[in-house]
């Protein structure tokens, strides 16, 4: 098992920034990417980024190429969200997710399906 803890949410305005932590625990070791999505009220929950946990390779969706950033610690216990010059589409409950899956592919990843564990969300709101 893989817990996820998201922190770091809050009400912010157009053009701020905000970073969101999701902290892991439990088998750790059995993680091979971690990922963040969002959901905004009435919509579905879609991808924003990810990362593999080995080597270097980083995907953001377009909404936020450019924008956002992920990172982790070196204890790798850590995975960050940087969020830069937030917009109103922005909005939404974000979630933190980690798979165990090894995939070929890369288009894998952005896929909702490929995640095994998920964070309880934090709320980030954009206000123009």
């Known amino acids: 098992q893989v817990q996820l803890v998201e922190s770091g949410g809050g009400l912010v305005q157009t053009g701020d920034s905000l970073r969101l932590s999701c902290v892991i625990s439990?088998?750790?070791?059995?993680?091979?990417?971690m990922a963040w999505f969002r959901q905004a009220p009435g919509k579905e929950r879609e991808f924003v980024a990810a990362?593999?946990?080995?080597?270097?390779?980083?995907f953001y969706s377009n909404a936020v190429k450019g924008r956002f950033s992920v990172s982790r610690t070196s204890a790798k216990t850590t995975v960050n969200l940087q969020m830069n010059s937030l917009k109103p589409e922005d909005t939404a409950t974000y979630y933190c997710?980690?798979?165990?899956?090894?995939?070929?592919?890369?288009?894998?990843?952005?896929?909702?399906?490929?995640?095994?564990?998920w964070g309880q969300g934090t709320q980030v709101t954009v206000s123009s």
């Open positions: 997710a980690a798979s165990v899956q090894q995939y070929q592919s890369a288009n894998y990843y952005y896929a909702e399906s490929t995640y095994d564990y």
């Open positions: 439990g088998r750790t070791w059995t993680a091979t990417a």
């Open positions: 990362m593999m946990l080995s080597g270097s390779s980083i």
